[in-house]
């Protein structure tokens, strides 16, 4: 319970050191931090608006960025998984195109009716996640190469082979996109008209909060995850107790390589519903700085999910509000994941005092 508390400790100081630092930087460039501030509020749907153009509202706001959500739960889920375990997954962008795109052109381009398209979308993209994240493992268990290393070069590998694909078979001629998916395919109802107003409703959001509450329960209450623990603490100590190293490494990872797979099958079959050549998804990397917000708990990766996904959401509105550029939104994230690390840094000084302080008596 202890260290729980010093995890919400170090990410409330993140936080709060990370939006002091961005309101400096605005006051340096003559602006208002409050009202900027309350202008990401606007573009996420949880403040209100001056005016709405026709058919929108607050809380049509609020689903489209419910919406926008849904795949960092999943990409922050997929690098707690690989951080249990003492791997960091910064191949969760390669993992996303590549489920998404066997989705894509399995299922998202034919005719089958959505009961059945939408959830072979969903297990066709997390098999696909699944099995990139598999090979890094397996190169880590058997290799001993880097995971680092190996998923970088899988993100670059993914890319270009699906730009490839998609340029000469998939590509519309217009947006210069993989043409979009069929709406039966699609995993967010878009633009639903209900009451005058029109939403879009992201189906994978519930799938997103059972997501979270399985990799607690296996974190938790598992034989698989106190494994998974015992090799991220020390694995020649998890090795030595009779806990098979290579076979967590493998788990992890392609569990993983599931959530990333997940994470793309929300992303590009349904925020978007399709994939833009030779570009990585930056909800791949991003996930990093939310993990670890969130102290890789699942629970603490839902609410630093929602709170730094209003900063990316919002800052499109912000800019055009506050005459901000929008990238000040990924300055600000950078700074809360500094401070988050600078906390952390600080919370294990003064545990380690008060440590010596009661040996000494």
Known sequence: MKKRNETVLVAVIAVILGLLAGAVMMLILKKNPLSAYYNLLQGSGLAPKGKYAGGKSMFSDFSSYIDFLTPMLFAALAVAVALKAGLFNIGISGQM???????????????????????????????????????????????????????????????????????????????????????????????????????????????????????????????????LKAVGANREAARYAGIRVNRSILLSMGLSG???????????????????????????????????????????????????????????????????EAEIASVIMGLILLTSACSSFILAKVSRRRVEGRGSK
């Open 258 to 324: 599931l959530l990333g797979g997940l994470a793309g099958a929300t992303y590009f079959l349904g925020y978007t519903a399709s994939i833009q050549p030779k570009v990585l998804p930056s909800t791949g990397f991003d996930a990093i700085a939310v993990c670890l917000v969130g102290g890789s708990s699942p629970v603490g990766i839902f609410f630093a999910s929602f709170f730094l996904e209003i900063i990316e959401k919002g800052s499109t509105y912000m800019s055009s509000q506050a005459g901000l």
């Open 97 to 227: 195109l590549t489920g998404a795109f066997l989705a894509t052109v399995l299922v998202g381009y034919g005719n089958l009716p959505a009961v059945l398209a939408k959830p072979l979308v969903i297990l066709i993209a997390a098999a696909g996640g699944g099995v990139v994240g598999i090979i890094i493992g397996f190169l880590k268990s058997r290799f001993n190469i880097s995971e680092v290393v190996s998923s970088i070069m899988l993100n670059y590998i993914a890319s270009y082979i699906i730009s490839f694909f998609i340029n000469t078979r998939y590509v519309d001629p217009v947006s210069r996109q993989s043409k979009e998916i069929g709406q039966a395919s699609r995993l967010t109802l878009h633009q639903v008209l209900v009451g005058g107003f029109r939403y879009d409703f992201a189906l994978g959001f519930i799938l997103a909060i059972i997501a979270i509450l399985i990799v607690r329960f296996i974190f938790d209450r598992t034989v698989l995850g106190y494994e």
